[in-house]
Nanobody, 114 residues
Framework: QVQLVESGGGLVQPGGSLRLSCAASGSISRVYVLGWFRQAPGKQRELVATIGRGGNTNYQDSVKGRFTISRDNAKNTVYLQMNSLKPEDTAVYYC????????WGQGTQVTVSS
């Protein structure tokens, strides 16, 4: 089993920044990809960004150039730095871990509003 605990969400004005963190614990050796998904009200959950063990990254087109995903393997933590936030980035953000199985965090709310 892998447990994921997110932090860092909140309310921010358009153009602002937030950094999300996700600490993983448990059977970490079975996790190969860490990432972030998000789900806005009335919409399906969508991929935001992923990062592999070797550091290879993948981003949704709408966040490229604004969001940066990184991981600290020593701390078993994945980060999502979000800059130039837009109202359409408002959603619950979920940490995701994939390997032998798939795991999800409890979600953290990000609200972009003036």
């Amino acid at each position: 089993q892998v447990q994921l605990v997110e932090s860092g969400g909140g309310l921010v004005q358009p153009g602002g920044s937030l950094r999300l963190s996700c600490a993983a614990s448990g059977s970490i050796s079975r996790v190969y990809v860490l990432g972030w998904f998000r789900q806005a009200p009335g919409k399906q959950r969508e991929l935001v960004a992923t990062i592999g063990r070797g550091g290879n990254t993948n981003y949704q087109d709408s966040v490229k150039g604004r969001f940066t995903i990184s991981r600290d393997n020593a701390k078993n933590t994945v980060y999502l730095q979000m800059n130039s936030l837009k109202p359409e980035d408002t959603a619950v953000y979920y940490c995701h871990a994939a390997g032998v199985n798939v795991y999800w965090g409890q979600g953290t709310q990000v609200t972009v509003s003036s």
